[in-house]
């Protein structure tokens, strides 16, 4: 038997998603209980040959017959089916597999950009197949795993919460202030599939600007993608075009709102360093009910209170008036404004939201305090495990 937990992880692909679930907490584990836990990352376990398509002939799969716990996550960028075998060829291996998303992967709402692809390649069927095969499956947050509970077999079914190494330079540079005593800059960090959140905010910024004054406030929106050279009109730059045609929308006289590129996962924590308030619109949907609170996380390293939509698991994190506001989904705009203007307005308000939740991030959200649950958590699964599998459960802490 091995003296430690031999742990290979299948991240999807190199993003932020996989960087948080399957490639830092596991690097996490590795750093902080050596001598209980030896990793493995592979993106292709499976030997697919990239350049011609296929699977690479006679490929001997040492690192999931090496491995005691196999962990994927979402779907590979290889696609549904490849992620799906992942599962089944650690099955055939007799190894223990664990299954970690954060998305609500069996359904889209109308809008996202994936919801054609999503149906015409019966991801969700494929996910489906994923959760009832796995011998643990990890989520973000209790309503998510109310929503997938029916579609898991006899495995566990786990929240992980997403957490930050604030050990990370990025989430280590001095805060900024603004350039003048009473600017306060609010600040939306988003992605490429908030098409239809960014809406429930158009509008917004300039009822603000006419209620605090625009030269007491700053609007900045990260997450514009990089240019690509050789295709400068791709459709990721569409969305973000919308992005700025809505979020802008109303603005009259002298600019007061910046768009900034996205960063790489190693210097993504540097944007909230840059901001006083930050703000979380989100349409109320099945798969934005079921994310995670991981810009809590964000916000709190840098003291920043965070306004929000009440749509996912917000309301565990956010108290009013406290660490942040919840807004109703169906709360009308004049509402946001009234918040939003009461917060820019109030030094002391946003002092104090910053503070408590810097606080709370920091005892449950940093990864170097929290990541030893998983040993924990592997250790429950184990004592009922019924596979194969043969390694020494030793190492779990009591």
């Not at 009259?252 to 910046?258: I, Q």
Request: hydrophobic fraction near 35%; include cysteine.
């Amino acid at each position: 038997m091995s003296d430690k937990l031999k742990i290979l992880s299948c991240p999807a692909n190199e993003g932020g998603c996989a960087f948080y679930r399957a490639i830092d907490p596991f690097k996490k584990l590795q750093e902080l209980y050596p001598d209980k836990v030896e990793l493995r990352i592979s993106l292709n376990p499976l030997g697919m040959d990239k350049e011609a398509g296929k699977w690479t002939p006679d490929w001997d799969f040492e690192d999931m017959k090496w491995a005691d716990v196999i962990s994927t996550q979402n779907i590979s960028n290889f696609g549904g089916p490849y992620t799906a075998r992942i599962v089944g060829k650690a099955k055939e291996f007799g190894k223990f597999v664990h299954y970690d998303t954060d998305d609500l992967l069996t359904e889209l709402y109308k809008g996202h950009r994936l919801e054609k692809v999503y149906k015409d390649k019966g991801l969700s069927d494929l996910t489906k197949f994923i959760y009832y095969n796995s011998d643990l499956v990890t989520v973000t947050q209790r309503k998510f795993a109310e929503r997938i509970k029916s579609f898991v077999g006899t495995g566990v079914l786990a929240v992980i919460k997403n957490a930050i190494d604030y050990n990370l330079p990025c989430w280590n540079v001095p805060k900024t202030a603004p350039l003048r005593k009473k600017l306060v800059r609010v600040g939306w960090a988003g992605g490429i599939h908030h098409e239809e959140d960014v809406k429930e905010f158009a509008g917004i910024p300039h009822f603000v600007n006419q209620r605090v004054g625009r030269e007491n406030v700053q609007w900045n929106f990260y997450g514009r993608p990089p240019i690509d050279p050789k295709n400068p009109g791709d459709w990721q730059q569409e969305v973000w075009n919308n992005y700025q045609k809505i979020l802008t929308s109303g603005f009259k006289g002298a600019k007061n709102w910046n768009i900034h590129p996205a960063l790489p996962t190693d210097r993504y924590g540097m944007m909230f360093a840059h901001m006083d308030v930050a703000i979380a619109p989100l349409q109320m949907n099945n798969f934005n009910d079921s994310k995670s609170e991981i810009k809590v996380a964000e916000c709190g390293r840098y003291k920043v209170p965070l306004v929000a939509s009440n749509v996912g698991c917000y309301d565990e994190t956010i108290i009013n008036g406290e660490t942040g506001y919840l807004l109703d989904p169906e709360a009308p705009k004049s509402e946001w404004v009234r918040i939003l203007t009461k917060v820019i307005k109030n030094h002391k308000l946003r002092k104090k939201m910053g503070e408590n939740l810097h606080k709370t991030t920091e005892e449950y959200f940093d990864l170097n305090k929290v990541v030893g649950n998983r040993l924990d958590l592997y250790g429950e699964c184990f004592s009922n495990y019924s596979g194969e599998a043969n390694f020494n459960v030793g190492w779990r802490n009591e």
